[in-house]
């Protein structure tokens, strides 16, 4: 029903679009090398860069890829610092003749990539949290259980765009034809934190306790780096 939904909307957005004949419009924002490394006690040493080849087939404009750590005391005596591991990937545009990448759709799904790199999806849902600075009240979100060998990750993931927060594939479809027909905006970003889950004891609520404390302060700024 939901597909149905969808497919028959962009339809409608298809003639809407091309009869009205929208100009692309792209939003001033700040870059990525402007965002801060440092939030309270998390820090982030060195933003990474893909390879020219991978920034081209995800269609990227600019982002935030880095792995972020926090010192938090000792357990026997060793001392542990969480990783969490955050992407931002902000596309100017999502369609391929405006140079958005290769196909409609260019902000590849994690849950659609992540089996492709060797990781198996042990648990996937959409879930209600809340971040201040995020939304107003509660928002859904992608939440993922991961594993591949003996390791395993949270992953929480979602769509901004044009304001919204958006977790189901489908909705941000959607969502894209009406902008487009609309405001002739397609820009949008896929955000995402990956939370290795390590130690022998509640090993999945230190990840979670993790995401929560970080993710809070990255999205309180994150307007200035995704437009509303």
């Known amino acids: ?5 969808a497919v028959g909307f962009l339809l409608l957005n298809l003639y809407v679009y091309y009869a009205l004949a929208t100009d692309a419009v792209i939003p001033p924002r700040r870059h990525f090398d ?3 490394l440092e939030l309270g006690e998390w820090s982030c040493a060195r933003p990474e860069r893909m390879d020219a080849q991978t920034e081209k087939n995800l269609g990227v404009t600019d982002y935030h890829l880095c792995d972020w750590t926090r010192s938090s005391g000792k357990a026997n005596g ?3 610092t969480p990783i969490v591991g955050v992407y931002i990937g902000y596309h100017a545009t999502q369609i391929r003749e405006e ?3 290769s196909d409609e759709n260019s902000i590849h799904p994690p849950a659609h990539c992540l089996p492709g790199s060797g990781w198996d999806i042990v648990h996937l849902e959409t879930v209600e949290i809340d971040l201040p600075g995020l939304t107003e009240g509660p928002t859904r979100v992608r939440r993922l ?3 591949k060998g003996n390791s395993r990750q949270l992953v929480y993931y979602w769509y901004q765009q044009a304001g919204r927060v958006i977790a189901e594939d489908w909705e941000k479809i959607v ?5 487009r027909a609309s405001r002739g905006r ?5 955000v995402r934190f990956t939370i290795p889950m390590t130690g022998k004891k509640n090993k999945e609520a230190a990840a979670e306790a993790a995401f929560r404390e970080l993710a809070a302060g990255i999205v309180s700024g994150l307007g200035e780096y995704v437009p509303r």
Do not use: E, V
Not at 186 to 190: I, M, S, Y
């Open 1 to 5: 029903m939901k597909l149905a939904a």
């Open 34 to 36: 402007q965002m801060p």
């Open 78 to 80: 060793r001392k542990i």
């Open 99 to 101: 140079g958005g990448g």
């Open 145 to 147: 259980l991961i594993a």
């Open 175 to 179: 969502y894209m034809g009406w902008d």
């Open 186 to 190: 397609t820009d949008g970003a896929l």
